[in-house]
């Protein structure tokens, strides 16, 4: 799966639509760490970046973003303390194209701990050393683009145990969020 994407971003610009459009994104995460259940609640949190966008068929695009996003997760015994993740991440996904500019969307996402913090009424501290740096994701979702740019909703699973422990023996964190979004169209290149 990898190979076939990283092959089509490398061959998109022989074969081109005629459209690239690059802007800025935004929106609000819902997020948490391991299953649902597990001990941790969802909390609202942001991401912010830029999008780089090509349409490569009437019915088919590649999309690759930069992104500043805000995840972790709340305890669910104790209102006041959260854990809050601070990710750089490049999502690379493939869009297809139904009637009227809707898509559908998936592809892997690559993030890397920028830092990490535990808050517990007040009181914060630094965990980022025990926060595994690189994560893996995968991404699904959907959305619409627009003559402003886009707008849509996005779901992410993570692959990557965050904790750092061995799954057999210890608490397993994994990145699971949503993502509502909005983008804006900075500049368009037609072919």
Wanted: no cysteine.
């Amino acid at each position: 799966m990898k190979n076939i994407l990283l092959a089509l971003i490398l061959l998109a610009p022989l074969y081109s639509f005629g459209q690239i459009t690059w802007g800025a994104k935004g929106g609000a995460n819902i997020t948490t760490l391991g299953k649902f259940g597990s001990g941790n609640t969802p909390q609202l949190r942001m991401h912010a970046g830029f999008y780089y966008q090509q349409r490569v068929e009437q019915r088919f695009g590649l999309v690759a973003e930069l992104h500043y996003s805000m995840q972790g997760a709340r305890a669910a015994n104790i209102s006041r303390r959260y854990l809050a993740y601070n990710y750089l991440n490049l999502p690379l996904l493939i869009k297809f194209y139904n009637q009227n500019d809707v898509y559908f969307e998936i592809g892997p996402q690559l993030g890397y701990l920028l830092f990490a913090n535990l808050h517990d009424d007040g009181f914060t501290q630094s965990i980022t050393s025990q926060v595994k740096r690189f994560d893996f994701t995968g991404l699904i979702g959907g959305g619409k683009d627009t003559d402003f740019g886009n707008y849509g909703v996005r779901a992410g699973v993570g692959f990557t145990n965050t904790s750092g422990g061995s799954v057999g023996n210890a608490v397993v964190f994994r990145n699971i969020f949503l993502q509502l979004y909005v983008g804006f169209t900075l500049g368009q290149l037609n072919e």
